[in-house]
C-alpha cells in the first residue's frame, strides 16, 4: 500500500502508523499483519549493503 494513497495507518485495520518507509509487514495466511515488520530506520543510510543486512535475516524468518 502507498502510503501517500492511503494515509499513515490504515484505519481498522492492523497495521499501525508508519514511522519510516519504506516498511515491511509480515503477513499471516489470511492476509494479516503478524506484528512482524521492519522499516527504513532499520538499516540507516540508504546503501545497498546496509538494506541487504537488515532485510536478509528478517527475510529468512
Keep these: ?3 501517500d494513497d492511503w ?3 490504515v484505519p481498522g485495520s492492523d497495521f499501525p502508523n508508519v514511522e519510516g518507509v519504506p516498511i ?3 503477513l499471516d ?3 494479516r499483519a503478524t ?4 522499516d527504513g530506520n532499520a ?3 540508504n546503501t545497498p549493503g546496509n538494506i541487504a543486512r537488515a532485510m536478509e535475516p528478517w527475510l529468512q524468518r
Design 43 to 45: 538499516w540507516g543510510a
Design 24 to 26: 515491511f509487514y509480515r
Design 1 to 3: 500500500m502507498d502510503v
Design 35 to 38: 506484528g512482524d515488520e521492519i
Design 29 to 31: 495466511s489470511n492476509g
Design 7 to 9: 494515509g499513515w495507518g
